[in-house]
């Protein structure tokens, strides 16, 4: 069984940072890649990074590239998103996600992906 708990959001004024963190917990979890998607309330899930299971390869969407990092701890089965230079566009709940398949590569579609953490709550103020 695989838990993914996401932590670290909150209200946070535009130009702002935020780290959320994600912990999880499962075997061979190092393994596979790892992602974090967002939903704002009236839309879709939509993809934000990846990373893959060494860490060595990373993937951004265009609107968060340059101003979010994503990393990853192996030793403590913990994924990172560093986002810098909040807008209020980055309000949304963010989700952290393990990928179906060994993690050799980095996923961007939301089927690529199976377990799931209940979220965490980000909100930017202008």
């Known amino acids: 069984q695989v838990q993914l708990v996401e932590s670290g959001g909150g209200l946070v004024q535009a130009g702002g940072s935020l780290r959320l963190s994600c912990a999880a917990s499962?075997?061979?979890?190092?393994?596979?890649?790892m992602g974090w998607f967002r939903q704002a309330p009236g839309k879709e899930r939509e993809f934000v990074a990846c990373?893959?299971?060494?860490?060595?390869?990373?993937s951004y969407a265009d609107s968060v590239k340059g101003r979010f990092t994503i990393s990853r701890d192996n030793t403590k089965k913990t994924v990172y998103l560093q986002m810098n230079s909040l807008n209020p566009e980055d309000t949304a709940v963010y989700y952290c996600t393990r990928s179906r398949l060994n993690g050799s590569r980095c996923y961007r579609a939301i089927g690529e992906y199976d377990y799931w953490g209940q979220g965490t709550q980000v909100t930017v103020s202008s």
């Open positions: 499962g075997r061979t979890l190092n393994m596979y890649s």
């Open positions: 990373i893959n299971w060494n860490g060595v390869s990373t």
